[in-house]
C-alpha cells in the first residue's frame, strides 16, 4: 500500500513521536511505501520526512503527497487549533482525491480540553472530520467517550497506541542497556527543562529518594548542550550516582532502550512537539510491555497547586509496586494488527 503518515515525527521524543515513527517502522519492515508530513513545530531530523509548520506550506504539501496514495493516516492529540485545522484539511482532501483517510488521537488532555471547545470553530472542525473520516482511532476510553460528544459512529476504534522495540536492542548491549540491565525498576524523566515542576519533582525525588533501591532514574533534555542542567542534577543527586543515567535527546537507541525497561515514564505535557504547562502539570504513564511493544494502560496528570512534589514522589513510589493492568481492548491481537486490519477493509 502507498500510505501518507502525518503528524509529529521530530524530537524531542515521547510517546506521541515514538508510535508515529513506530508505526512508520513496521509498516516499512511489510513492504508498504510511506510518505511523512511532520506537523512538529520542530523541524525533523529525518532528510525524507516532509516538515510542514506553517498551515499554507502544510496544504501545498499535503495535496502533493496525496496524489496516488491509498491512505492518509492523521495522528494528534487533538488540541490545538491549527492542528485542528490541519487535521480537518487533510480529511478533506482524502474524500476529494478518493483516498481512505484515518485519524488517530493520542491520549493526554483532550478527555478535558475536548469538553471545553470552542462552539465557533473547534466543535466545527471535530465535527467536519469526523464526519468525513473513514476510520477514528482513540487509544484510550477516556478520549474515546469524549469524542462521542461531537458524533457517534460505527467508525469509531479502541486501539491502545504503542511504541515498537527492535529484538537488536538488546542485542546492541549500549552502555544506556548495560546501566539498566540489572535494575529492578526504572522511571524515566523524559525532557526535563529547568524551572519547571517536572524538575522539581525529580529534585525532590533525588533529595529524599524514597523509592525502591535499585531503581535506576534515566533522564533526557529537550534540547542538546545541556550541560549545566545536567551538573546541578548530579550534585543534588551524588549520592545516587549508580542509579543515575543520563539520554541525548537525539539518541533514539537509548530512548528505545530505556522506554523498553521503564516503569513509569514522566514528562511535561505536550502537543505536536510543542510543550505546555511546564510550570505546573506532569503526565506520568504506566508502562506494559508485552513482546516487543510498550503501552500504556493508565496514567495521571499531576496538576500543581502549592508545594506539590513531595506529594507527587510518594504517588509515584506508590506506582512502582503496582502492577500494570493488561489491556482488555488488545485481546489476542496488538495494536499494529488492527490498525493494519482498518488499513485493508
Known sequence: MQILLIGNF???????????????????????????????ENPSNEERFTDAKSFPSFVLKLLRNCRKKDIVH???????????????????????????????FHSELFSILGQMRSPFGGTQTLF?????????????????????????????????????TPDNIAEN????FKKLKDKEKVIVFANVRYPSFLFEILQEMLTNYPFPSGTGIVISFPEKYAGKLQHAIEET????????????????????????????????????????????????????????????????????????????VRIINALL?????????????????????IYRE
Request: hydrophobic content about 40%; aromatic content about 12%.
Open 10 to 40: 521530530a524530537l524531542p521524543y515521547e510517546e506521541e513521536n515514538l508510535h508515529n515513527l513506530s508505526l512508520l517502522k513496521k509498516l516499512e519492515e511489510d513492504g508498504h511505501e510511506c510518505s511523512v508530513i511532520n506537523i512538529s
Open 74 to 104: 492523521f495522528s494528534t492529540k487533538g488540541y490545538l487549533r491549527l492542528g485542528l485545522l490541519k487535521l480537518m484539511t487533510s480529511i478533506l482532501a482524502a474524500k476529494f482525491f478518493r483516498i481512505k483517510s484515518i485519524i488517530t
Open 128 to 164: 467536519t472530520s469526523f464526519f468525513f473520516a473513514d476510520k477514528i482511532i482513540f487509544a484510550d476510553r477516556d478520549t474515546y467517550d469524549v469524542a462521542t460528544m461531537y458524533m457517534k459512529k460505527p467508525n469509531f476504534e479502541l486501539i491502545p497506541s504503542f511504541i515498537y
Open 173 to 176: 548491549e549500549t552502555s544506556t
Open 237 to 312: 543527586g551524588r549520592e545516587l550516582m549508580d542509579n543515575l543515567i543520563f539520554i541525548e535527546p537525539d539518541d533514539m537507541q537509548s530512548i528505545l532502550t530505556a522506554y523498553s525497561k521503564a516503569d513509569i515514564i514522566l514528562r511535561p505535557p505536550s502537543c505536536e512537539g510543542a510543550t505546555y504547562f511546564e510550570s505546573f502539570a506532569v503526565s506520568a504513564k504506566k508502562t506494559l510491555h508485552l513482546n516487543n511493544y510498550i503501552y500504556f494502560p493508565a496514567g495521571l496528570l499531576f496538576i500543581r497547586e502549592g508545594k506539590t512534589a513531595e506529594m507527587c
Open 321 to 341: 509496586s503496582v502492577e500494570s493492568a493488561a489491556i482488555p481492548e488488545l485481546k489476542a491481537e496488538d495494536s499494529y494488527k488492527k490498525t493494519i486490519r
